[in-house]
Nanobody
Framework: QVTLVESGGGLMQAGDSLRLSCRAS????????MGWFRQAPGKEGEFVAA????????DYVEFVKGRFTISRDNRLNKVYLQMNNLKPEDTAVYYC????????????WGQGTQVTVSS
């Protein structure tokens, strides 16, 4: 079955950088678009970023553009989210997901990793 395992979360200070990783298994990773979503306390989940199966296209929500970068390694079945200049409002549980092609719709997601940013 599809398994996604996120790692790399932690307690950070505003302005810090952090890289999240997601290891995927149970499906053909190299032919699927992947994404990151997040859910802050008391709020609905929201799209953060997505990357095409061949890394030729990426998509970001406006409030992370210029700060976050999504990437992937199809040899390792991993997708990453590099987060720079973290802000307290980035505090959330971050989820890796398989997304429908060229969309922001998650099909499968992992258990999440907590990112907490203090001011």
């Amino acid at each position: 079955q599809v398994t996604l395992v996120e790692s790399g979360g932690g307690l950070m200070q505003a302005g810090d950088s952090l890289r999240l990783s997601c290891r995927a298994s149970g499906f053909t990773f190299s032919t699927n678009d992947m994404g990151w979503f997040r859910q802050a306390p008391g709020k609905e989940g929201e799209f953060v970023a997505a990357i095409a199966w061949n890394s030729r296209k990426s998509d970001y929500v406006e409030f992370v553009k210029g700060r976050f970068t999504i990437s992937r390694d199809n040899r390792l079945n991993k997708v990453y989210l590099q987060m720079n200049n973290l802000k307290p409002e980035d505090t959330a549980v971050y989820y890796c997901a398989v997304v429908a092609s060229s969309s922001r719709t998650p099909a499968y997601w992992g258990q999440g990793t907590q990112v907490t940013v203090s001011s």
